[in-house]
Each structure stands twice: as C-alpha cells, then as structure tokens.
C-alpha cells in the first residue's frame, strides 16, 4: 500500500486539485480518506458536497469520509453516482486505520487530505506502525 498524505491544511480549491491529481495516479486501487476542511464559514456543507461529488470521479474504489462534514462529503460522492457501500464514515483515526488494515491490498494507493484539525496524521501513524 503506498500513502499520499496532505493534511496538514485543506481548502476547496486545494482539495479539488489534489483529487484531480490523484485521480491520475496508477494503482491497482485508489482509496480516498477524506477528513474534514477547515475554518469555510456558512458555505461549508456546500463545499464539503462539491468535494465529494469531484471524490466520486476520481475513480476510487472505496472513500473515507470524517470530521464535521463527513455526511456532506458523503452526500456529494452519492449524488455524483458514488455506490452507497464505497462510502466509509470513520469517527477518529483508530477506525479509519482498523478499515484500512482489514481491507487495504497491496498495489492500493490510498491518498490522506483533510484540514489539520482532524489529526489524520493517526491515520499515517497508524498504518505506518502496521508495516514496521
């Protein structure tokens, strides 16, 4: 499995650009563990869905979604034609991590992105530790 981490800060446009990328990469799988953006005021939900919808044209097979907006960034990839059953909540790190583990192969690249505050480097760690 190799990671692409990028959470330390998240925007919309920051996101989406680092989707589109991703969406690029070769890989057996590609899963998206998406954490929450921060500090976008009301316009929040609404970005949180567009994000969603441009996760579920990036040809992922499965997407991770936490942190306060997690059921918008649901919500958009659903609405863009996501299935249901590749839609992944995690409250914390822990469960993101134990999903992973359970259904991660090798030959996946699974991108990490959320805005600081959701401490998804647990999630780095976490399956970092898994592979020492």
């Known amino acids: 499995m190799e990671l692409i981490y990028d959470a330390y ?3 919309m446009s920051g ?4 989707l589109g990328s991703f969406a690029r990469e070769s890989a057996s799988r590609k899963i998206a563990v998406l954490g929450s953006m921060a500090e976008l005021g009301s316009d929040a939900p609404a970005m949180h869905e567009r994000v969603g919808a441009a996760a579920a044209a990036s040809g992922l097979a499965a997407l991770l ?7 918008d960034l649901a919500r958009g990839a659903r609405g863009a034609g996501f299935p249901q059953e590749g ?15 359970a259904n991660g192969r090798a030959g996946d690249v699974v991108l ?13 760690e ?6 020492v």
């Open 9 to 11: 800060n998240a925007s």
């Open 126 to 131: 976490g399956l970092r530790a898994a592979h």
């Open 15 to 18: 996101t989406l650009a680092t």
């Open 65 to 71: 979604v936490g942190g306060e907006y997690a059921d």
């Open 87 to 101: 839609v992944v909540a995690f409250a914390d790190g822990v469960q993101a991590v134990a999903w992973l583990r």
């Open 112 to 124: 990490i992105k959320a805005s600081r505050r959701y401490h998804l480097e647990d999630v780095l």
